[in-house]
């Protein structure tokens, strides 16, 4: 009886670019209990339980846009608020830019941004720009925000050996 090859010793393990959630990977190997793994990880996600404190921004007349550019300090990685516009009596739209530090290994996934003077909000965090969009009570003038929380992408190349 021929002596079988080991066919397959290397797995890849890839995250799906511009992947939007948390993807979660997992992996099973069929390896000997006794058999060394090299698990080689690209990229890790990274985050903490902080609060960075709270900003006013002043809400704009109707179809108005103001410029802010307030550069919020994540530790990590910076982000600025760049603008607000309003886009109708009762909503407005923030941008953001992100990755504007000088840290090139990480990059902003998402942070909490929350305003107790809105009613609601969405934001879409995607490559180098937030755009959140805020509803609120027409009178509005100021809104005060938060920001918490922050999520990181932080790429390097580890090796981990897994026995």
């Known amino acids: 009886m021929e002596e079988v090859e080991e066919l397959c010793t290397r ?20 390896a000997p209990a006794d058999k ?39 530790k990590l990685q910076k982000i600025v608020l760049q603008s607000i516009k309003r886009t109708s009596a009762t909503t407005a739209e923030l941008k953001f830019a ?3 530090g000088g840290a090139t290994e990480v990059a902003v996934r998402e942070a909490m941004v929350y ?11 995607q490559d180098n720009v937030c755009t959140m969009r805020i509803s609120f009570d027409e009178k509005l003038k100021n809104a005060e925000f938060n920001v918490s929380w922050p999520c990181f992408v932080v790429n390097g190349n580890w090796n981990l050996i897994i026995k």
């Not at 797995?11 to 069929?30: D, H, M």
């Not at 090299?38 to 179809?63: C, R, T």
């Not at 305003?115 to 965090?125: E, R, T």
């Open 11 to 30: 797995i890849i393990i890839s995250q799906i670019k511009n992947a939007v959630g948390r993807p979660v990977t997992q992996f099973e190997s069929l």
């Open 36 to 74: 060394e793994i090299e698990l080689k990880v690209p990229s890790l996600l990274v985050g903490y339980e902080k609060d960075f404190g709270n900003f006013d921004v002043a809400i704009p007349g109707l179809n108005e846009e103001k410029r802010i550019d307030r550069e919020i300090d994540l």
């Open 98 to 100: 992100l990755n504007t």
């Open 115 to 125: 305003s107790k003077d809105v009613q609601s909000g969405d934001s879409i965090w």
